[in-house]
């Protein structure tokens, strides 16, 4: 069966930087878009970031020029690389192949 498990989560400082990993099993994984979604306490789950089979990717406007998404397909895995990080980017982050969903990863901007 398909898994995706995050990881890469943590406590960070305003203006710090993490990077989410996603290890994908169970697909054949350069076929799938990618994609990052992150859900904060009490608000609706938002797409953050994707990367499509063929290089393609989309920002949300809220992350466009602070964060990156690349993936390894030698190693199943797909990354989001988030710089000056922000309080309000405080959530936690999902990977989504399709249908297919990770248990998250929290993270946490806070000084």
């Known amino acids: 069966q398909v898994q995706l498990v995050e990881s890469g989560g943590g406590l960070v400082q305003p203006g710090g930087s993490l990077r989410l990993s996603c290890a994908a099993s169970g697909l054949t994984f350069s076929r799938y878009s990618m994609s990052w979604y992150r859900q904060a306490p009490g608000k609706e789950r938002e797409s953050v970031a994707s990367l499509s089979a063929i290089g393609i990717t989309y920002f949300a406007p809220s992350v466009k020029g602070r964060f990156t998404i690349f993936r390894d397909n030698a190693k199943n895995t797909v990354y989001l690389q988030m710089n000056s990080l922000k309080p309000e980017d405080t959530a936690m982050y999902y990977c989504?192949?399709?249908?297919?969903w990770g248990q998250g990863t929290q993270v946490i901007v806070s000084s």
């Open positions: 989504k192949a399709n249908d297919y």
